[in-house]
T-cell receptor, first 114, second 111 residues
Framework: GAGVSQSPSNKVTEKGKDVELRCDPI?????LYWYRQRLGQGLEFLIYFQGNSAPDKSGLPSDRFSAERTGESVSTLTIQRTQQEDSAVYLC????????????FGNGTRLTVT | DQQVKQNSPSLSVQEGRISILNCDYT??????FLWYKKYPAEGPTFLISISSIKDKNEDGRFTVFLNKSAKHLSLHIVPSQPGDSAVYFCAASGDGQNFVFGPGTRLSVLP
């Protein structure tokens, strides 16, 4: 079946602009995660959605970052007033949502803020 | 404060030999561990996992060993193949739903 799909694959934006990144999880996956990977670094947790529960936003680095998810489908990550330090690959992952089920990642969106 | 550490940023191994990737963690509440492989321009791909009730899990050429007392796990790849060249991430969870990733180790398998 189809995997996790992210769009766009690449985004170049000017500092100060807003950007919106999209994630389509695997059908039937109730859990959805956003991670960020800066150049040369590991995966940094941003936000986690599980079903209709309130999302875990503990990883969002500032109030310029927000994410939404409609039901158990598409999620969007929005970064307002982008800064150069926001440049990174933004990875979305989904899982069946049960205890101890692995995450399945998309190919990411490479964001470059100039 | 890194809860999951992969102290070797890179590793080179000859084709056909064993690759051993190491991971250490600090949080004693972690009880579920995973390894992911990542190729350039792709997302991480799940390889193998282990629960803390076990000390070994094997899947084909990949074996993960867990030493809870040392808070250490390792991934063994035998025999190593050039296609195994990638960045390998260790991840851990204490509740089975929130995952902490290590910084990764770049494996190069030389033909």
């Amino acid at each position: 079946g189809a995997g996790v799909s992210q769009s766009p694959s690449n985004k170049v934006t000017e500092k100060g602009k807003d950007v919106e990144l999209r994630c389509d999880p695997i059908s039937g996956h109730t859990a959805l995660y956003w991670y960020r990977q800066r150049l040369g670094q590991g995966l940094e947790f941003l936000i986690y959605f599980q079903g209709n529960s309130a999302p875990d936003k503990s990883g969002l680095p500032s109030d310029r970052f927000s994410a939404e998810r409609t039901g158990e489908s598409v999620s969007t990550l929005t970064i307002q007033r982008t800064q150069q330090e926001d440049s990174a690959v933004y990875l979305c992952a989904s899982s069946l949502g049960g205890i101890r089920t692995p995450l399945h990642f998309g190919n990411g969106t490479r964001l470059t803020v100039t | 404060d890194q809860q999951v550490k992969q102290n070797s940023p890179s590793l080179s191994v000859q084709e056909g030999r064993i690759s051993i990737l190491n991971c250490d963690y600090t949080n004693s509440m972690f009880d579920y561990f995973l390894w992911y492989k990542k190729y350039p321009a792709e997302g991480p791909t799940f390889l193998i996992s282990i629960s803390s009730i076990k000390d070994k899990n094997e899947d084909g050429r990949f074996t993960v060993f867990l030493n809870k007392s040392a808070k250490h796990l390792s991934l063994h790849i035998v025999p190593s193949q050039p296609g195994d060249s990638a960045v390998y991430f260790c991840a851990a969870s204490g509740d089975g739903q929130n995952f902490v990733f290590g910084p990764g180790t770049r494996l190069s398998v030389l033909p």
